[in-house]
Each structure stands twice: as C-alpha cells, then as structure tokens.
C-alpha cells in the first residue's frame, strides 16, 4: 500500500527503468499523454479499482503516460516479480487488464492503420471473399480456398456466394474446409497452411509450441507482412478477447504446432496457469507500447523528426541502454530504415544523408546504420517531441 497527497505526480511519462504499476483502493488520479490518441480522452480520471502504468511495468519500457493525484490517493502497488501472485489472488484483476488492453490495443491499431494505409478495410466477415479473390488471382490456390471456404460459412447468404462457389469448382475445392476439433488443445499445421484469414470471425487464441508463423494483412491490393512469430509467442488474442474479427492473416511458416484455447476454457485457464495470464498481459504491454511509439511517430508532420525518433525506438524496443558515446548498429540500411518511416521515394535518400551531414554522430558504416552518441540521438529526439508538443498548445490556444 502506498499514499500520495493531492497534486502529486505518481508517474512520469518517458521514465525509464519502471518496475510497478499501481491500482486504485481510494481517491482519483488524472492519467494524460504527451500524444493524443483518436477515441481516448487526453485527461482520463480513474478512481477505486482502475490501473494504471501497467504498460511500462510489464513491458519494462519507459513510462507512456503520466499521473497525477487529483486528490489524496491510496494505491496498491504491485510489482512485475509480484504478478502472478496477484492473479492467483484475484483472477478478475489480471481478466480486466487482459480486456482493456485488447481493447486499448484494438483501438490504437485501427488508429496506426488509418494514418499508414488510408484504404484498409474495417474488419468484416463479407471481406473474405476479397481476401479470397486476391490469392486466387496471385495463383495461391491454398489461401483462396481457406478465405472463399470461410467466407461460405460465415456468409452463407452474401452477395458473392454464386462467385465463391464456382470459383472453389474451378479449383477442384469443396465447399466446406475440414472441420476443427475445438476440444483438443493441441494443433499441427503444414508448411504455408492458414491458420486463420483476416476479417474471419475468432474462437481461438494461438501459442506457438515449435514453428514460426507469419501475420501479414491485405492492403491497397498488397499483402503487407507484419510479423513473423515464434516459439512461445502468442497470437490470435484480440478476436476473442473483444470478440471481432481477425485483424490479419495467419500462416505456417514451415511446421508448426500450436496451443490452442478458446473463448469458453480461457478464463479457466488463466487461473489453473497464472504464468499465461502473465505472459499475455507482458505481451499485450509490449504491442501497446510499440503502438503508442508508432502512433507518436505518425503525428510527427518533419519527415526528419521520424526518421531519427525510429532509430530511437529500435534502442528502446532493443532495450539498449542509453549513455554518452555509446555506440550502437542497427543493423539496418538506409532503404531498411526509410521503408519502416514510409517514405519510398528515393529522393527520400537526402534526408538521410543531410540528418547525417548534420549529425556526425550518426554514419553509415559497411552499408549500415551506426549511432556513436546514443545521448545526443535521445536529446535530438527529445527536442522533436518537445516541439511537437509546443505546436499543439499553441494551437490549442
């Protein structure tokens, strides 16, 4: 138990080195960021029972908000060592965080997909056969079978039934895939197999036992990969966590076997296994971090301001300590890094070498990326958002 007088700051965004978040028993504590999130109000106020600074507790990344007490304040605070014997204690607590992420989560994404890919469709079931045209034209017959299958039993009654059908004659398919045995745990897949097709409803949450497997999504008529996971990651979550459909594709990257548990055995899951709910909630900490991170890299309007803050959060997501002449590689090309900012045209190349003109700190060394002040990356950095954050209330104003 911890107490703070009113007008205290509990947390501070952008600490390092954080181990605890903090649950309400009395009081009210205003929770702000320094990026405004679409849908989520600027100044939450909690009160008893909510949580927060769980993100940078359980991902052990810098803090991506701050608190402040409104009036005096009595916390429970827990520890990242202490969690699983919260949740054996109170399996509720650790089933709320689980469902507020996923949603937080949920939200962000939409947000970071609707600013990098204009033309992303909303996860919906009638989609699926969109999906399933796409690999039909590209001549993967696999992945168009799965979609048009899928979407026959998820829109039995659709407007492009008379298409799906012939198209899945045309293949030598049947109408239906094989049917799933949703009482057994384990899973085996083949090497390029779908495990489960963007916009299709979720049963199911995925941990890897042995394999990869790849996430990617359709967009602008292109597949874009977004991961490839493995071993004892877990995916598939946000489908039955806030029951919509998948947000993306997933395939077998070579052979693969998986752990499979559903919407109905989940919650009886975490409390027999404390250590999943554990494992998910760090996981959910760490995607909401990257997103936020993502997110705040959008907003930055200086096509230079991006570029250097994604060299700053390939540190933080890398855990690489911060320090005066430190030296680090990204391992990453000048192409590499500007396709992660989006910018593709090769004019996009002067950027680069003028911040390097600039910043001598900041080189190319055998073709790759090498920072020989990581102090200096993180003050240019901190002066972007600074000035970010300027604009805004001066607009405000």
């Not at 204009?118 to 039909?136: C, K, M, S, T, V």
């Not at 559903?262 to 997103?291: C, D, H, Y």
């Not at 301001?305 to 391992?331: H, S």
Request: aromatic share 10%; proline share 4%; glycine share 6%.
């Amino acid at each position: 138990m911890v107490t703070f007088p009113a007008n205290s700051y509990i947390i501070v965004e952008g600490k390092k080195e954080v181990s605890n978040f903090f649950i309400i028993r009395e009081g009210k504590v205003r929770v702000s960021r320094e990026t405004a999130v679409v849908g989520e109000d600027p100044n939450q106020v909690l009160g008893p029972g909510d949580f927060f600074g769980v993100v940078a507790a359980m991902s052990q990344h810098p803090q991506i908000e701050s608190a402040l007490s409104l009036t005096n304040v009595s916390l429970i605070s827990v520890s990242y060592d202490q969690f699983g014997t919260l949740i054996q204690k109170s399996t509720a607590v650790a089933m709320n965080i689980i469902r507020f992420f996923s949603m937080k989560l949920r939200q962000f994404d939409t947000t970071i997909t609707r600013m990098s890919f204009r033309d992303a469709a909303e996860e919906d079931p009638n989609e699926l056969f969109q999906i399933g045209e796409y690999y039909f034209q590209q001549g993967n017959t696999g992945h168009a079978t799965f979609a048009y299958q899928s979407y026959l039993k998820h829109v039995p009654n659709g407007e492009f039934v008379p298409q799906t059908k012939m198209r899945l004659q045309t293949s030598n398919q049947p109408f239906q895939g094989p049917p799933i045995d949703y009482t057994k745990f384990n899973r085996f897949y083949q090497d390029n197999e779908t495990i489960f097709c963007e916009h299709e409803p979720g049963k199911e949450l995925f941990i890897i036992q042995q394999g990869k497997v790849k996430i990617s999504k359709i967009v602008n008529s292109n597949e874009v990969m977004l991961a490839v996971l493995q071993t004892g990651d877990i995916f598939g979550e946000m489908a039955i966590l806030d029951n919509k459909p998948r947000s993306a594709s997933a395939v077998a990257f070579g052979e693969v076997e998986l752990l499979a548990i559903s919407k109905a055995n989940f919650e009886g899951m975490v409390k027999a296994q404390p250590q999943l709910a554990t494992r998910l909630i760090t996981l959910l900490s760490e995607r909401i971090w990257i997103a936020y991170k993502q997110l705040a890299n959008l907003l930055l309007k200086d096509p230079t301001a991006r570029i250097v803050d994604t060299l700053m959060m390939q540190l933080e997501k890398n855990r690489v300590k911060i320090a005066p002449k430190g030296t680090y590689n990204f391992q990453l090309g000048s192409k590499d890094l500007l396709k992660m900012v989006g910018l593709t045209d090769p004019k996009d190349e002067l950027l680069l070498a003028d911040i390097m003109k600039q910043n001598k700190y900041i080189r190319l060394d055998l073709g790759k990326i090498v920072c020989s002040d990581l102090a200096e990356l993180e003050k240019l950095v901190q002066f972007y958002h600074k000035k970010v954050s300027l604009d805004n209330k001066l607009r405000k104003k």
